[in-house]
């Protein structure tokens, strides 16, 4: 009896595993035809994005997951894109062009006339002043953009006027690398009188961009189908499909795995592999795009030792940019030594440099400030914590051990990136590695160094930087700004409130024959923000 | 009546447990730095903008007052508004619940059924060659770290040999509604129901083995051979009934926490369950949506313990209720 039991056993466990294979086959059968099966028909882009948005009203708050779906969807007075570090600071979307009056003050914006919302509405300047009017009132992100405006008029139904409280050379480029995230145009006619936060034309909005909406499966992904009226022509695809995929790794598997032809920057594929494998690989392009950021450390002055110039100045000596591109970045990246950046260089002043690599010099300066090495090896205790994007990390990640080299005894401290950028805002941090914009216009500065100002992590105060960068804002005139700026830029390397590290270097992965891609140069100066996708189109 | 009395109690036992969950929770989010109007403000904030948003939902308040107003709102069945959507808490819930449950269900189904057999499987030959080698591939499973194991699939079945889609939970473009859509939705079920089982598998395996070798040295498992019933019988009759308890007992938590035991699964597959919007909530600080989504839990760890417990009294005669 006992010896009949184990076979009949063994075939229901065959007969189960027979059926199950045979499901997997039949499903698997299923998923491949589809994979198979090429689309044909519409030209569809699938784009993964990491976060899903919050709502498609970016306006009235930040909103990562939100500025891809609605920089398509919406548009804008001016924009911006990756075209800046070739010298387009800004151009114009509803804008068709906008001048200045001598002293910088007055802003007159014409707009294009044949700009249209998605339910056939024409666009207005009443649209553009409602919507800004309405971000100054509730004080909405955009606001950090438009606090020196003093009023906004509309003389005719394509006029825009702005009236600024005093000279300002920045305004419209600012306005322009804002348009990235805020200040989507909004339809006054749908939105007058209701709370933008609550208003029911979120869950279905209605814009002027070159993609309409069509649904948005919650957690999943966003489908958008191609404007034909839009005021800049018809998109070059069809339908535009935003997929969520929070894993970077995933996301690069569905790119190899060629179910999307794109794989943004944000996803930072892994350099080990760029470097090694895709830079070779024909079925794709590997695309560099030069940046207006770069990535530095921050160095908290109101903290002992930091506060000493000597240990700052030790610490950019023990820093190693040319192994720290090796060990964290392959080679792929760009050391920079300056406090400026090669994308813009014509306010670039390559005089003034940060110290270069040596450890002897970095120690003998250490022993200087009296912070001789102990028993134990090391002179004292210091915290590196990172910006949380992966290129932050990997520089933390060395740079704690070129600090311990010198004797000091640094430990990386990682944390989410809330609590990382409240420990950064409230001062709570030694060194982190963060970015400086230097761009559209070097009025950028201010906002990184100018004392009290939102980026200033380091509580780094000069007066007499805050008044150059003021001089500087007031005037329109590049000649007089050049040598203001390159004044900024010595201060910058002497006080050294941060180390300028490297120019980032934004890695994207395209499939060959896909082009006008925001990072490619094809999409240049005609994507209407990072995120806009107007321009791409699928090999021929 | 002694089953009703059984569940009423059980009923009342859910309100200290609850309270349990909203105080901690709720303290615990506002122990972590940063707060939502942080988060909406971005990175460039304007203090009189962030003190709107505080006002607007009462975080300038102290905590007890936030944490009683909270408490008297889902005393009445509302979870409140997300911060962050300005959407019903409940109804955002609600969308996602389908998803994780069906991967969570698939995996739980997938892993105790099989994990059950193949346990029951190796006990009757405990110590040979097979039960060294299952029992090591289940010890192996059980601590694979699921979000590794779930990249490992993807790698091998998604892109070196591509017959599974890597993630997501169905194609974006060109599938017809229907039974199309059904498989397609089956299809990308099967990696992360896989990477999920696998871990949950090797759990059952252990317990089945372990619980089933006890009952076999058991004097009336003995006695029932002896009588010579059928080695069948005596296994689906007798070993079998009593050997379940510690299964059914693993089950029901696991159950319980059918709702929240995925987020790492369904981060790495990009699965649009509850787990990815508990995630991006935390990382927000939209408190509502991070409280409403743990009441729930809670609800379901007390309910699938209930159920445990009813279960318990159907297969132990011992064990009343």
Redesign the interface.
């Given at each position: 009896m006992t010896g009949r039991y184990p076979s009949q056993v063994g075939d229901r466990v065959r007969t189960v595993a027979g059926l199950l294979v045979l499901v997997l086959l039949l499903v698997t059968m299923s998923g491949s035809r589809s994979l198979a099966a090429p689309a044909t028909g519409p030209a569809t882009l699938v784009v993964p994005i990491s976060v899903d948005a919050r709502t498609l009203n970016p306006n009235w708050q930040a909103d990562t997951g939100g500025y891809h779906p609605s920089s398509n969807i919406h548009c804008h007075l001016v924009a911006m894109d990756w075209g800046v570090v070739k010298g387009t600071p800004v151009y114009g979307d509803l804008a068709d062009s906008w001048t200045a009056d001598a002293a910088g003050r007055v802003y007159t914006f014409r707009l294009r006339r044949n700009a249209r919302f998605h339910d056939g509405r024409p666009v207005t300047s009443a649209d553009v002043k409602y919507t800004y009017d309405t971000i100054i009132e509730k004080r909405y992100p955009l606001r950090a953009y438009l606090a020196d405006v003093k009023e906004i008029r509309t003389p005719d139904p394509a006029t825009v006027v702005i009236e600024l409280n005093g000279p300002d050379a920045a305004f419209v480029p600012m306005l322009g690398i804002a348009s990235n995230w805020f200040g989507k145009i909004l339809p006054k006619h749908l939105y007058e009188g209701k709370e933008w936060p609550t208003a029911d034309v979120n869950a279905r909005p209605v814009g002027c961009g070159a993609f309409k909406f069509v649904e948005w499966a919650r957690g999943s992904s966003f489908t958008l189908e191609a404007n034909p009226d839009h005021h800049m022509g018809r998109p070059k695809i069809d339908r535009l499909v935003f997929r969520i995929i929070p894993d970077p790794n995933v996301a690069y598997a569905e790119f190899m795995a060629g179910r999307m032809p794109y794989l943004p920057f944000d996803y930072t594929p892994p350099y080990a592999e760029v470097a090694t494998k895709l830079m070779k690989d024909p079925s794709m392009d590997v695309v560099f795009t030069p940046s207006i950021y770069s990535r530095d450390f921050y160095l908290n002055l109101r903290r002992e030792p930091l506060n000493n110039p000597k240990v700052r100045r030790a610490i950019a000596h023990a820093l190693d940019r040319r192994a720290m591109n090796q060990l964290a970045f392959y080679g792929l990246w760009k050391p920079s030594w300056n406090a400026g950046i090669d994308a813009l260089p014509a306010f670039l002043n390559k005089n003034a440099r940060y110290p270069d690599a040596n450890r002897k010099l970095a120690e003998d300066l250490l022993d200087e400030a009296g912070l001789r090495r102990g028993p134990d090896g090391f002179r004292f205790k210091i915290s590196v914590t990172n910006y949380p994007v992966t290129d932050g990390r990997v520089m933390a990640e060395v740079a704690v051990q070129q600090l311990r080299r010198v004797g000091i005894d640094a430990r990386w401290d990682q944390y989410d990136p809330q609590t990382w950028f409240t420990r950064l805002r409230e001062g709570n941090f030694d060194i982190s590695t963060y970015f400086v914009r230097y761009g559209p216009d070097p009025d950028a500065y201010r906002e990184h160094f100018g004392t009290g100002q939102a980026r200033n992590f380091m509580g780094y105060s000069n007066p007499e930087l805050d008044r150059t960068l003021d001089e500087a804002r007031r005037s329109s005139d590049p000649a007089k700004r050049l040598p203001l700026y390159a004044k900024v830029q010595e201060m910058l390397v002497r006080d050294m409130p941060y180390i300028n590290m490297f120019t980032e270097r934004k890695i994207s992965l395209v499939r060959k024959g896909w082009t006008g891609f925001s990072a490619q140069e094809s999409g240049y100066n005609k994507s209407m923000t990072w995120f806009g996708y107007a321009n791409v189109a699928p090999p021929r | 009546m002694r089953l009703r009395r059984f569940l009423v109690l059980r009923m009342i036992q859910l309100v200290p447990v609850l309270l349990v969950v909203v105080v901690l929770n709720f303290v615990l989010i506002h122990l972590?730095?940063?707060d939502v109007a942080?988060?909406?403000?971005?990175?460039?904030?304007?203090p009189?903008?962030m003190a709107?948003i505080r006002e607007r939902f009462g975080l300038d308040k102290p905590l007890h007052v936030q944490l009683l107003t909270y408490i008297a709102r889902i005393a009445q069945g509302d979870l409140g508004d997300s911060f962050?959507?300005?959407r019903p808490v409940t109804e955002?819930l609600l969308?996602?619940v389908p998803?994780t449950l069906l991967l969570v269900a698939t995996a739980l189904a997938f892993s105790s059924l099989l994990g059950t057999?193949v346990g029951t499987?190796i006990a009757?030959r405990a110590g040979g060659g097979l039960d060294v080698w299952v029992s090591g591939l289940a010890v192996a499973s059980y601590s694979v770290p699921v979000f590794w194991l779930g990249?490992m699939l993807?790698?091998f079945l998604?892109?070196r040999v591509?017959?599974?889609?890597?993630?997501?939970?169905?194609?974006?473009?060109?599938?017809a509604p229907g039974l199309?859509r059904w498989?397609?939705i089956?299809?990308?079920l099967?990696l992360p129901a896989l990477a999920l089982s696998t871990v949950w598998f090797g759990q059952y395996v252990r317990i089945a083995r372990s619980s089933v070798l006890q009952v076999l040295s058991e004097d009336f498992v003995t006695t029932a051979r002896a009588i010579g019933y059928?080695?069948?019988q005596v296994?689906f009759g007798h070993v079998l009934p009593n050997a379940m308890l510690p299964v059914v007992t693993v089950l029901g938590l696991q159950l319980g926490l059918v709702l929240a035991g995925a987020v790492l699964t369904e981060?790495?597959?990009?699965w649009?369950?509850l787990g990815?919007?508990v995630?991006?909530s935390i990382?927000?600080?939209d408190t509502p949506l991070i409280v409403g989504s743990y009441v729930v839990m809670g609800v379901c760890v007390v309910a699938a313990s209930l159920l445990v417990d009813l279960v318990y009294a159907a297969l132990d005669p011992r064990v009343e209720l």
């Open positions: - | 972590a730095p940063g942080l988060a909406m403000a971005g990175e460039n904030p304007d009189v903008y709107a962050r959507s300005r955002t969308e996602r998803a057999i499987w009757r990249l993807i790698l998604a892109i591509p017959v599974f889609p890597p993630s997501g939970m169905m194609s974006v473009t060109g599938v199309a498989l397609d089956l299809h990308h099967v059928p080695e069948r296994l981060t790495v597959f990009a649009p369950g990815q919007l995630y991006e990382l927000a600080r």
